[in-house]
């Protein structure tokens, strides 16, 4: 952490001091910038939280970071034979889908939590199980279980191996009581856009506050012009 991180945390804490209950969060970039050497980086979170000095660490309660993605629309084909020639026979197209998830807490918080207030696009330990209830799906001529299943974990396939589904617990460090820092991995296959960041302090298992801020992940250079070529003109991209 830099000298200049550690001096706006310490300035956030002063500040929150004299305000019973109160949470801030930010991190030490607002813009995340991709070029043709991007190979992903940590992004530092920081920020603090009031709680009573007097008091032991776990009756402060329980900090959870979620970041979340610009949504997109994710269409995913299943090819079949046809006399000797495999071709797309089904497609599910699956909305609003977060580009990006991630879920950090101080410790391991119930699925009940979750369910409560709404959060969470993964549902529990460290594999990406999705919960779908969250996400609306286009079936088309897909009706059976099994079938579904399998697009679900087509789905899932893919985000894993672009490395932008996660959820994590006991990542987060506590400094001096009142503060914290952690490190959010941004991998290489993110898509340019909008990342909102939001922070709860929890409390006896309920939300006692929290707070939002955002980054934004831009390319520049010939990474900014490749993306908007294939995005204007897609059918040229896919034979260059």
Known sequence: ?????????????????SIASSLVIGS??????????????????????????????????DILIEVVGPKEDIVLRKKESFFGFWLNAKSVKFKDVPSFYYLSS????????????????????????VNWSLITTDWGTVSSDDEKKEFYDALLRNKSYDNVFK??????EILDGNLFKTNIPIPNTVPVGV??????????????????????????????LIYNFANSFPLIYGFT
Request: avoid cysteine.
């Open 1 to 17: 952490m830099t000298f200049k991180s550690f001096s706006i945390i310490g300035l956030i804490y002063f500040s929150l001091i």
């Open 28 to 61: 030490d970039e607002n813009e995340i910038l991709i070029d043709a050497n991007f190979s992903g980086k940590d992004l530092l979170v920081f920020g603090a939280f009031y709680a009573d000095p007097s008091q032991p660490r776990e009756k402060k309660g």
């Open 106 to 129: 101080t410790s391991q918080l119930k699925d009940s939590f979750f369910e409560k207030n709404s959060i969470g696009l993964l549902e529990t330990g460290q594999l990406p199980e």
């Open 167 to 172: 959820q994590t617990s006991e990542e987060i």
């Open 195 to 224: 990342y909102n960041v939001n922070l709860y302090l929890i409390l006896n298992n309920e939300i006692s506050k929290n707070y939002s801020y955002n980054f934004t992940v831009k390319r520049i250079g010939i990474e900014n």
